[in-house]
């Protein structure tokens, strides 16, 4: 595979990843309404279905820079990398409830300020909370560098088995038991797997794949083991709830999730390697600049798109799921789109900054890290 394949190939994932988190925060207080109905039946599916996007970017920067050599350097790593996402999570972090506070009675400006001060240990908005484990994951970047550097195929592969059986299917299992028998599969928490536990196991799956060639890999078989785990996942989530816990912790710890995420990536990658219109690919490669700056501002656009569509839009049902999402996602891209023309303001925002000599093509589609 040339560069220039794998460069649009995660241009291609990126774009469609950040399409399915928008999905899920405009679709959630669908999956809450007509409970039971085949709207909210079929909702709920794709709101489940789309879960596969958090570990999608997480695998995406596994491949990117844990290919890369400059995240061996500690010195580029602070400088550069750990900067361009920690500045704009900063600026959010106070726009957002800012912004809430000043069009709304939701928050206070005390509770503003209060948890302004407690941004090391929760976000101002629950939107950010991806924002955590990615900082950390940067930070780590240079030690998992040099582990996977040193370590064979079938070390990684090791890794990331402990981490699936230790982080996902035993819990998983354990959730599925009568409730006497739930602690039998539970690990004590003095024999935690920390060190290749969370999104890390996802990380090092994006640098694994990129490593492999998948071409020979079935895409009908890669299909079916998506929908196959999404459907039995979706089920699952609704004969046990508990599945889903407050703090996301269940993109790990559900078995369901990280199987329909490894497929789903090997498969995007696969079809993203065979898109050759140039029109498709431009499209793409405009679109995945903004992707980190549309995450970031997206939900506050749903804050206030969500209720006066429920105000003044009649139509109701999967339409006005489809019609809220369309209208949040191009706003969000307007918006974005914008931002990035404004020196400074562009990378305090979305952590990006337009260079004056245009560089290659190839390049320009790359996302940024």
Same mark, same amino acid.
């Given at each position: ?70 995240? $061996? ?28 506070? $000043? ?28 924002? #955590? ?24 592969? #090791? ?211």
């Amino acid at each position: 595979m040339n560069k220039k394949q794998r460069i649009f190939y995660l241009d291609f994932i990126r774009v469609i990843a950040i399409l399915l988190v928008i999905f899920i925060h405009v679709s959630t207080i669908d999956t809450t309404k007509h409970i039971g109905t085949t709207d909210w039946q079929i909702v709920k599916m794709l709101n489940y279905f789309a879960h596969i996007s958090v570990p999608i970017f997480f695998m995406i920067s596994g491949s990117l820079m844990l290919n890369s050599p400059k995240t $061996l350097s500690l010195k580029y790593t602070w400088e550069k990398r750990i900067p361009r996402v920690t500045i704009p999570f900063i600026m959010w972090s106070i726009i957002i409830p800012t912004v809430v506070n $000043l069009t709304s009675n939701v928050i206070t400006t005390n509770q503003v300020w209060h948890r302004l001060q407690l941004i090391l240990y929760q976000p101002t908005s629950p939107i950010l909370w991806f924002m #955590y484990p990615l900082i950390g994951i940067y930070i780590l970047s240079p030690i998992i560098k040099t582990f996977v550097d040193n370590a064979s195929t079938r070390m990684l592969l #090791y890794v990331t088995s402990v981490w699936l059986i230790t982080c996902s299917l035993l819990p998983s299992i354990s959730v599925m038991m009568p409730k006497e028998y739930k602690h039998v599969f539970q690990l004590s928490p003095v024999a935690n797997f920390l060190l290749i536990g969370g999104f890390v196991g996802y990380y090092i799956l994006g640098y694994i794949i990129s490593q492999l060639n998948v071409k020979d890999v079935s895409a009908f078989a890669l299909l079916v083991l998506f929908i196959g785990m999404a459907t039995f996942g979706n089920f699952f989530s609704e004969s046990v709830p508990q599945t889903f816990d407050a703090n996301n912790s269940y993109y790990v710890t559900s078995i369901f999730i990280p199987i329909m995420s490894i497929s789903a990536y090997i498969l995007l990658q696969k079809w993203g390697t065979r898109i050759k219109s140039k029109f498709t690919i431009g499209i793409f490669e405009f679109l995945a600049p903004l992707v980190f700056g549309i995450y970031l501002i997206h939900n506050l656009i749903v804050f206030f798109i969500e209720p006066w569509f429920m105000k003044n839009v009649a139509v109701t049902g999967i339409a006005a799921t489809f019609l809220r999402y369309f209208v949040v996602l191009i706003i969000a891209i307007i918006i974005i789109w914008i931002l990035s023309w404004i020196p400074g303001i562009n990378y305090l925002l979305t952590g990006n900054s337009r260079k004056k000599n245009k560089e290659p093509k190839k390049t320009r589609s790359a996302p940024k890290h």
